[in-house]
């Protein structure tokens, strides 16, 4: 069963048009729920990091929450840039591994003008 | 600043060749990380370090071997390079802690025929 997993796996909004990403999990102790966003060709950037449930962070068109079991990644009036996929990860309390992240498999947004 | 540095961007291998992906980053991070990313699939920890001469396995770690001897560079190494390997490879750097996020590089896409 995936620890992670990420809602819808695709979404064509028209420019302008809002809408969220989901991101549920089901890790025993989260130390903390990451966003990144990828273009084509190139390595995730990273967006947000999100502690604990009720915590919500923005940055231009984006805004990401948390909740006990889920993270929304809420896209307000978006453009064409916006056009990425967009992966969720997670980090556990118990988790070795240096900070190691387990991620989603991503939902690839396209913005059309 | 550069960031993460990796090389090359693409390569083809023959079933059974070996060979080293090199990973460099500028930014004093004692972490880094390589994963490796398969269509359609999250990304999975191949293998990690969280300083200079100490690396652990990660989830994926079979046919690959890792080494660190400076806080800059963490080569990943195949061996007996097998279709299975076939894959976009990222290596990341960050920071200890829960605050922030990975910083990748760019990736390697490699062909194993």
């Known amino acids: 069963e995936d620890q992670v997993t990420q809602s819808p796996e695709a979404l064509r909004l028209q420019e302008g048009e809002s809408s969220s990403l989901n991101c549920s999990y089901t890790?025993?102790?989260?130390?903390?729920l990451f966003w990144y966003r990828q273009d084509p060709g190139k390595g995730p950037e990273f967006l947000f990091t999100?502690?604990?449930a009720g915590e919500e962070k923005e940055k231009e068109r984006l805004k990401a929450t948390l909740t006990k079991k889920e993270s929304f990644l809420h896209i307000t009036a978006p453009k064409p840039e916006d056009s990425a996929t967009y992966l969720c990860?997670?980090?556990?309390?118990?988790?070795?591994?240096?900070?190691?992240?387990?991620f989603g498999k991503g939902t690839h947004l396209i913005i059309q003008p | 600043n550069a960031g993460v540095t990796q090389t090359p961007k693409f390569r083809i291998l023959k079933i059974g060749q070996s060979m080293t992906l090199q990973c460099t980053q500028d930014?004093?991070?004692?972490?880094m990380y390589w994963y490796r990313q398969d269509p359609g699939m999250g990304l999975k920890l191949i293998y990690y370090s969280v300083g200079a001469g100490i690396t652990d396995k990660g989830e994926v770690p079979n046919g690959y071997n890792v080494s660190r001897s400076t806080t800059e560079d963490f080569p990943l190494r195949l061996e007996l390079a097998a279709p299975s390997q076939t894959s976009v490879y990222f290596c990341a750097s960050k920071s200890p802690g829960t605050g922030g996020g990975y910083t990748f590089g760019s990736g390697t896409r490699l062909t194993v025929v």
């Open positions: 930014m004093n991070h004692n972490y």
């Open positions: 890790v025993s102790g989260l130390r903390g």
């Open positions: 990860a997670v980090q556990e309390t118990k988790g070795g591994g240096a900070d190691g992240l387990t």
């Open positions: 999100l502690y604990s």
